[in-house]
């Protein structure tokens, strides 16, 4: 006869070797189910940044472009005129040299306000959506190396009217300023004299 507690051992084994093989099969499911969502998360967030881009190519948005860079750029300024309104700005140079800037300016009014509105939050939202969302490395470098000089133009133009709407508006159009700096290093590799406007001086 067939010893009991042998059956009872051999049964147990069975009953182990079992449950290890479900938590596998589990474990790999899950990791399948995760790699899945990785790349569903990836494919959504490269097509909300190629959206994004979209609104930046727009008749709309270039013909605001070329109406902003008509306005001065503060990094080519050596005086500024008695206006409105004056900013104490930086300006840094490739190698991180700061100098201190005041820059007097006209308050904007009208169709003004609405072209430097529209770009500021335009580009705004693309530095949202990069920093944000879930973009490769590659994808994020390949963007500020094609838009670095747009970035950085309209920025040099545009920091004192972003100023005065943060007096108002503290937080207003913070990835517009984040991805100019972002951008600047791969600015500066295409013009030797490249340099970026600061809000505030760099500690």
Request: hydrophobic residues 35%; glycine residues 2%; aromatic residues 14%.
């Amino acid at each position: 006869m067939v010893d009991i507690n042998y059956i009872s051992l051999a049964l147990s084994l069975v009953a182990l070797i079992i449950s290890v093989a479900t938590i596998i099969i589990l474990f790999y499911q899950s990791q399948i189910q995760k790699g899945q969502y990785d790349v569903e998360s990836e494919t959504l967030s490269l097509e909300m940044f190629l959206r994004s881009l979209e609104h930046t190519g727009t008749n709309e948005a270039r013909e605001a472009r070329d109406y902003i860079f008509k306005f001065p750029d503060l990094t080519n300024q050596t005086s500024s005129i008695s206006s409105d309104e004056t900013v104490e700005v930086y300006i840094q140079d490739r190698e991180g040299k700061i100098k201190e800037y005041t820059h007097n300016f006209v308050i904007p009014t009208g169709d003004d306000w609405k072209k430097i509105t529209d770009v500021a939050v335009r580009i705004d939202r693309v530095g949202f959506i990069l920093f944000n969302i879930k973009l490769s490395k590659t994808i994020k470098e390949a963007y500020l190396e094609w838009w670095c000089s747009t970035i950085v133009d309209s920025w040099n133009r545009l920091a004192p009217y972003i100023y005065l709407k943060r007096s108002k508006r503290e937080n207003y159009t913070p990835y517009f300023e984040k991805l100019s700096k972002e951008a600047f290093p791969y600015y500066y590799n295409r013009k030797n004299d490249a340099k970026l406007v600061l809000l505030e001086k760099p500690e």
